[in-house]
């Protein structure tokens, strides 16, 4: 398992691999080299963060390690912008979006959405950066503060504002099997990131839930991933996360996902 800042779902899933007896070595991206020599098994990511995910899972992969997620679905996953086409091009819904590289760029894709409009750097996670825009002038001073922060931030993917009441559904797949979902409540404004203090309950997935959820894993080609969905009448898939976090799904579902990451990883070693 590759770590970098060690959480309590990596403690977890950790303590899960040893009880279900996986053989299981921790190796941290931060002091531990990784080298190209050939090896096998399975190497669960579990970095924090998207670069180092990305880099370690090709590195690993080059050796001959099958990767969860592999470095395609983090690389698709860690970018919005990357998600958004790889969703569109398999037919899985999302909102309008249009992609502004440069500040002149947004402006029009402001305008040409209309009215409210939530603003997402393409890299980024935690809801760190995300804006909700409501007037030209303010889409104007966002896009110039844009600039002048480094690249990995540069650029902007403008959606239509959905108004949810500050709530959203998250959940999780493993393999081809829905795990199960969550609604989300943001406690202050209108972000709905546990992160940012939002509280969980268990829902039960309907159908087109279920469906959308194994739809938007395929299109990433994702063996563990959260699906975050908006509704407004009509539901959409909004972001897809490569290395989830699920204590707060845990804590609302009962769920063991840890205990069921571990009888996967143990499935796949043996198949």
Not at 34 to 57: D, F, N, P, W
Not at 118 to 133: A, C, M, Q, T
Not at 154 to 179: A, F, N, S
């Amino acid at each position: 398992m590759l770590v970098d800042h060690p959480r309590l779902e990596e403690k977890l899933i950790l303590s899960a691999l040893k009880e279900s007896g996986v053989p299981v070595k921790v190796v941290n991206t931060l002091t531990d080299p990784l080298s190209l020599k050939e090896g096998q098994g399975i190497a669960l990511i579990r970095t924090v963060s998207m670069y180092r995910a990305v880099r370690s899972a090709a590195f690993l992969e080059a050796s001959g390690f099958h990767a969860i997620n592999s470095s395609l679905t983090l690389q698709i996953c860690g970018d919005k912008a990357l998600t958004y086409a790889s969703l569109s091009s398999a037919g899985v819904r999302i909102l309008p979006t249009l992609l502004a590289l440069g500040a002149d760029a947004a402006i029009k894709a402001f305008r040409l959405i209309g009215g409210k409009v939530v603003d997402k750097p393409p890299i980024g996670s935690w809801g760190r950066l995300i804006s909700l825009v409501k007037n030209e002038r303010s889409m104007s001073s966002l896009a110039s503060v844009r600039e002048a922060l480094p690249s990995n931030v540069k650029g902007h993917l403008i959606q239509r504002y959905v108004e949810t009441g500050g709530r959203d559904i998250r959940c999780l797949v493993l393999g081809d099997e829905l795990i199960g979902c969550v609604q989300r409540y943001a406690s202050n404004g209108w972000k709905s990131n546990v992160a940012l203090g939002a509280f969980t309950k268990q829902i039960s997935p309907d159908e087109e839930l279920k469906e959308l959820s194994l739809r938007a894993s395929e299109a990433v080609s994702g063996e563990f991933v959260a699906i975050d969905l908006l509704s407004d009448g009509e539901t959409y898939v909004n972001e897809v996360n490569g290395v989830p976090e699920f204590k707060g799904f845990m804590k609302a579902t009962g769920i063991p996902v840890h205990e069921l990451l571990a009888q996967y990883v143990r499935g796949v070693v043996r198949a």
